[in-house]
């Protein structure tokens, strides 16, 4: 596997399937797969891919409908939880939670680094 950022040099992270190990039997990960009930533990713990079933997604209207009038805060006396999807991009979300809904967005954005 080659690295998706090799300009970066000062840290590094390694993301294995366990088809690659030498100590699971490809025909148990098969039988693992055949009779799971929880596709998304098999795909993100045995396959190392990440994954969500769709019924499960987030639609954007559902994150838009949690961020408020008054534009993004550039700070928050917290607690706050973050989201980070890691791609090509960073996909960052910063919420907390909020008495009367689910939750409330204190900031959302993409970047490169």
């Known amino acids: 596997m080659g690295a998706k950022k090799p300009s970066i040099t000062e840290k590094r992270g390694y993301h294995y399937s366990q088809l690659f190990s030498h100590y699971v039997e490809p025909g148990d990960i098969l039988h693992q797969f055949r009779t799971t009930d929880n596709l998304t533990d098999f795909y993100n713990l045995k396959i190392g891919n990440a ?44 919420g907390k939670k909020h008495g009367q809904k689910a ?11």
Not at 77 to 85: A, F, W
Not at 103 to 113: A, C, F, P, Q
């Open 51 to 94: 994954y969500v079933e769709a019924e499960n997604r987030l639609s954007v209207q559902e994150v838009l409908s949690l961020c408020a009038d008054h534009g993004i805060e550039s700070q928050d006396l917290g607690p706050c939880y973050m989201g980070v999807d890691q791609g090509k991009d960073l996909h960052v979300v910063i």
């Open 103 to 113: 939750g409330k967005i204190v900031h959302i954005g993409v970047y490169r680094d």
